[in-house]
């Protein structure tokens, strides 16, 4: 399968928050693909809001099953969360499970107005009721197929497709 350019799909993602885009909208990136990808959003937009991080590997309801990933980063939310315009930045979508952990953790420093999700990628295969609001690009993969945001030596954004495994 044939991805389109990373920063197409990023652009097309843009241009789609810019249209609903409101001036006290605040973005927040989970770790580590979504904060990527909120910083890239965050300067695309030219907004001036501050931009937050979170990590969610204390709220993940796998968190028995998978350990500790080995590379935890403090969550940053420089902002009072209480009546905010939160757009809430992840890479892929896939089960819903990682956004249902980052708005508990959203949650934990307050009451937002409104929290609405963007994704690079929404892949398929959910597992609890969670839609983007916002979408770069829709992929309908097999459940064993797996798609991750890197960075290339550059710094530049890339999705790739993981080989498959034959599961």
Known sequence: MELPKTHEILEKLAAAIRAELTEDMVIVGIHTGGAWLARELHRTLGLSSPLGTLDISFYRDD??????????????????????????????LFTGRTVRAAINELFDYGRPARVRLAVLVDRGGRELPIEAGFTGIRLDLDEHRMIDLLRNEIGELELKLRPETGV
């Open 63 to 92: 968190f028995e099953r998978i350990g500790l990933h080995p590379e935890v980063k403090p969550s940053d939310i420089p902002f009072d969360v209480d009546g905010s315009d939160i757009l809430l930045v992840d890479d892929v």
